[in-house]
């Protein structure tokens, strides 16, 4: 299959750029168009850089899917929130996700259609046959001018996931609403299925040690991966270099369905971009941003504020629905010791006297 090499030109004196060499793999049932995997080397960097682009690339990369489900009628066997739950999970077309904001970033109150999509489902069974709900019976709101938030649907009967069975009289009536966000917050929203990540394989620099019983032959124990043949074997009596570090690592990427594979990786070079470039203006943001500190547009965990906190119980203590009292971990009282501090802190706890405070259980 054909592969693209990008070696960019290297200046006298300047540093070598990062090289990759792309080889896109597509699996025989599907055109070129529907890729769903990709194979490509990163070279001329270090581990540290090619595993940070490994996770922000399962992680960080903004996609969509269903997170919020309105149950009108449900009489099917299964409970609403197991079917909320496999509504999630349907990939959806991500392809023109960057139109939408996110939920927590838009001036809506709940959800517009600047940042959401509406997919809504009807299906009642009215014959004696059992009757399956699938994906491709979600309507979706036709108010966005891309296909985003559509349910994707790759199978042969173009069916799509299935939701549900239903037998007579049983009724399905809902409202979707799909959202922007990121795998960090949930695994709906994760755009890859599997991402390989390797250097090494003729294990050159010894980093993992083969270990093999006497009588098996070690290339039947640890067959050569496919990368292999990307590199030149390790020749005979070639001397050890212990200073040698990995400087070429390998990627398989397979997308879920919502993006196609290349779109993933340069969304996740995006994100590393966005997370480099509001650290420099951190950092010093006279040089990298004007006066003011730019506020991070990019994607970003759910429970971050912008105040500089990220969970609410940081501050003081978190007061406990079960009696009012704060917990220990915010400087305050438990039940468990009657209102005193426990024991932990210095006070009295429940279990009598302890090495850690002065009083004892009353």
Request: with cysteine; proline share 7%.
């Amino acid at each position: 299959m054909d592969g693209m090499d990008y070696d960019p030109m290297v200046m006298d004196g300047e540093p070598e750029q990062p090289q990759v060499t792309i080889s896109a793999v597509w699996r025989p049932e599907f055109k070129a168009a529907d890729s769903t995997r990709v194979d490509f080397a990163l070279s001329r960097t270090n581990l540290s850089f090619a595993n940070s682009i490994r996770r922000i690339i399962q992680a960080e990369v903004p996609t969509i899917a269903i997170d919020l489900v309105e149950v009108e009628v449900n009489t099917s066997v299964l409970a609403d929130e197991f079917i909320a739950h496999r509504l999630g999970l349907i990939p959806l077309n991500a392809k023109g996700v960057n139109e939408l904001n996110y939920s927590r970033d838009c001036d809506c109150e709940q959800y517009c259609e600047q940042c959401s999509v509406t997919l809504t489902l009807h299906a009642r069974c009215t014959s004696d046959e059992i009757m399956k709900v699938y994906a491709r019976d979600l309507i979706v709101d036709g108010r966005h001018a891309s296909q985003v938030g559509t349910p994707v649907i790759n199978d042969p009967e173009g069916m799509g996931c299935l939701i549900a069975k239903l037998r007579k009289d049983q009724e399905l009536k809902l409202t979707c609403i799909a959202k922007k966000g990121i795998a960090k917050e949930h695994a709906k929203w994760m755009p890859t299925s599997a991402v390989g990540f390797e250097y090494d394989p003729h294990n050159k620099l010894h980093h993992l040690d083969l270990w093999y019983e006497n009588n098996t032959d070690p290339q039947k124990e640890w067959p050569k991966s496919k990368y292999a043949e990307w590199e030149d074997p390790p020749q005979d009596g070639e001397p050890f270099n212990y200073d040698a570090v990995p400087d070429r690592f390998y990627f398989e990427v397979e997308t879920s369905g919502s993006m196609e594979p290349d779109q993933i990786v340069q969304g996740g070079i995006r994100a590393l971009q966005q997370k480099i470039g509001a650290l420099l203006k951190g950092l010093d943001p006279k040089k990298y941003g004007g006066e003011e500190p730019a506020e991070f547009d990019g994607p970003r965990s759910p429970d971050m504020n912008m105040d500089g906190g990220t969970t609410p119980w940081q501050d003081g203590g978190y007061t406990t629905p079960y009696g009012g009292n704060m917990t220990a971990y915010g400087g305050g009282n438990t039940t468990y010791g009657g209102g005193n501090n426990t024991a932990y802190g210095g006070g009295a706890g429940a279990y009598g006297t302890t090495p850690y405070g002065q009083s004892s259980w009353q």
